[in-house]
């Protein structure tokens, strides 16, 4: 495990503090539940004050790009099984 990891799995804020066996040593007052809760909306918020959100021109990209990757799929997997069915019929005889 990394240094940094002990750090990260921590509550937002507190550092962790190290002890002679490696693991990260409990602190020694635990938050209250809506202590935790009111933790949880701060750093939800904060996450998403960092989402960038696309421009109507880039979402109309995106879209057209999805949907003609999913007909060509479409279109494969439709190829695949129509000749998966006629090699059936073939050596089953039908």
């Not at 990260?8 to 550092?15: K, T, Y």
Request: charged share 20%; no cysteine; hydrophobic share 50%.
């Amino acid at each position: 495990m990394s240094d940094s990891a002990p750090v990260a799995a921590s509550d937002a804020g507190e550092p962790a503090q190290r002890t002679g066996g490696g693991k990260a040593a409990r602190p020694e007052k635990r938050r209250g539940l809506f202590a935790r809760i009111a933790l949880f909306v701060r750093q939800v918020v904060a996450e998403l004050k960092k989402v960038v959100r696309p421009t109507r021109s880039e979402l109309v990209t995106y879209t057209s790009v999805v949907l003609v990757f999913v007909a060509v799929v479409m279109a494969f997997v439709t190829l695949v099984d129509l000749g998966i069915g006629k090699l059936t019929f073939w050596v089953f005889g039908g």
